[in-house]
């Protein structure tokens, strides 16, 4: 049971990326490169917005009823974030689809293309 260390950074699995679509490889084995690329895919990721789900009582909200990742139906509460294509998804199933596919798995629009204009500028 020594196995554990106290230091938090080492208790997490070692993340696996994917630094080209249909690859998959141990952050240690990554190129720095790859590296940077996954950082910034990572940035990008955090500046899409996010909010928690609430049905309200818009009719037009009606229609998005479930995350098409994992196909269980948004309950209110859920952490949810939004793409630039308007799709919403749970979070937590959102951000790891992004870190393999930076496309939306509903309607496939890049989701990079939209955000990068909107950042570049910085």
Known sequence: MGHFKTDKEHTQP????HPNPG????AS???EEEQIRIAQRIGLIQHLPRGIFDPGS????KKVKE??????????GDPIRFL?????YHMDCI????MRSFTCPSCMEPVDAALLSTYETI
Request: net charge negative.
């Open 14 to 17: 070692v993340p696996v990326y």
């Open 23 to 26: 690859e998959s490889r141990l």
């Open 29 to 31: 084995q990554l190129t």
């Open 58 to 61: 818009d009719p037009s909200d």
């Open 67 to 76: 995350c098409v990742i994992c196909m269980l139906d948004f309950e209110y």
């Open 84 to 88: 630039p294509c308007l799709h919403i």
């Open 95 to 98: 951000d790891p689809w992004l």
